[in-house]
């Protein structure tokens, strides 16, 4: 595609509930990043993929997170149990290989745990 | 590890006046350093960026914004705004190898 790709745009769960968010990045871009954007926080970073690299999965704020990126391209974050403060904008962006180059981002999935 | 601390959390200006966003990054390396803004109710997309080369970098809309490496800052300016720049704005900072970490935004009101 030609841009980044989000879904589902909209998500609505019960807490306790496991959900799972996908991401396709731009074709070729070897960078993927994962971010939460809730108001008055920001864009806070959740977990970096480069490469064939071991990800950084420094910004997880729980272990109740987790991503993976198979075959280099699509990405699935996925949060266990969720919980009513997990209700966020979740980002994801994709950048060629280089810390210089421009990240592209996608509209994001909004989630709202009930 | 590198941060970025927006020092304004909201701005508000009246149209065709100057502004200035601010924004102190920590980094013990060379850094690259960009702006990023989101309209309302849109995605978010790069305003401009600084790489190296001259310390004053021009971006789209009429923003500019100027590295200063001894004060660690990169603040964004317009000498004159308009009501459709009205948007939050993001300041970033990334190091060779690692993640592209983001300021909490500012939100810039600009009103008539």
């Known amino acids: 595609g030609a841009g980044v790709s989000q879904s589902p745009s909209n998500k609505v769960t019960e807490k306790g509930k496991d959900v799972e968010l996908r991401c396709d990045p731009i074709s070729g871009h070897t960078a993927l990043y994962w971010y939460r954007q809730s108001l008055g926080q920001g864009l806070e970073f959740l977990i970096y993929?480069?490469?064939?690299?071991?990800?950084?999965k420094s910004g997880l704020p729980s272990d109740r997170f987790s991503a993976e990126r198979t075959g280099g391209s699509v990405s699935t974050l996925t949060i266990q149990r969720t919980q009513q403060e997990d209700s966020a904008v979740y980002l994801c962006?994709?950048?060629?290989?280089?810390?210089?180059?421009?990240?592209?981002f996608g509209q994001g999935t909004r989630l709202t745990v009930v | 590890a590198q941060s970025v601390t927006q020092l304004d959390s909201q701005v508000p200006v009246f149209e065709e006046a100057p502004v200035e966003l601010r924004c102190n990054y920590s980094s013990s390396v060379s850094v690259y350093l960009f702006w990023y803004v989101q309209y309302p109710n849109q995605g978010l997309q790069l305003l401009l960026k600084?790489?190296?080369?001259?310390?004053l970098v021009k971006g789209i809309n009429g923003f500019e914004a100027e590295f200063n490496k001894s004060q660690t800052s990169f603040h964004l300016r317009k000498p004159s705004v308009h009501i459709s720049d009205t948007a939050e704005y993001f300041c970033a900072v990334s190091e060779a190898g690692t993640a592209l970490i983001f300021g909490k935004g500012t939100t810039l009101s600009v009103s008539s």
């Open positions: 993929f480069q490469g064939n690299s071991a990800p950084d």
């Open positions: 600084y790489l190296s080369g001259s310390t």
């Open positions: 962006a994709s950048r060629w290989t280089g810390d210089s180059t421009e990240a592209f």
